[in-house]
């Protein structure tokens, strides 16, 4: 059984950083696509960032490019999200999420449901 376990949230000032990993046990996390979503209170589940499973391929919302940064460490069976110059608008709980796929899909999931497995959720609060 896959399970996903975020860590790294937290408060910060805006302006700040902020890198949260998650970490994969139970699965083989080299083939998972994987990707990070938010959801602010009040507000609608948004897609973050994705990250095919030989990590050529990236695909950024707009309201994160050039701020977030995704990576994976498959030895490690970690993925991180890079968060910079953090703005109040990016609070919000974050999930990673992981998806099992062949090697050349790089077709970008946007929608939580389509994920096999997802974490907890990690709690990122920015002050203004």
């Known amino acids: 059984q896959v399970q996903l376990v975020e860590s790294g949230g937290g408060s910060v000032q805006a302006g700040g950083s902020l890198r949260l990993a998650c970490a994969a046990s139970g699965g083989q996390f080299s083939r998972f696509a994987m990707a990070w979503f938010r959801q602010a209170p009040g507000k609608e589940r948004e897609f973050i960032t994705y990250m095919s499973r030989n990590g050529a391929s990236t695909t950024y919302a707009d309201s994160v490019k050039g701020r977030f940064i995704i990576s994976r460490d498959n030895d490690k069976k970690t993925a991180y999200l890079q968060m910079n110059s953090l703005k109040p608008e990016d609070t919000g709980v974050y999930y990673c999420?992981?998806?099992?796929?062949?090697?050349?899909?790089?077709?970008?999931?946007?929608?939580?449901?389509?994920?096999?497995?997802r974490g907890q959720g990690t709690q990122v609060t920015v002050s203004s």
């Open positions: 999420a992981a998806r099992p796929t062949i090697l050349t899909d790089y077709y970008v999931h946007r929608t939580l449901s389509d994920y096999a497995h």
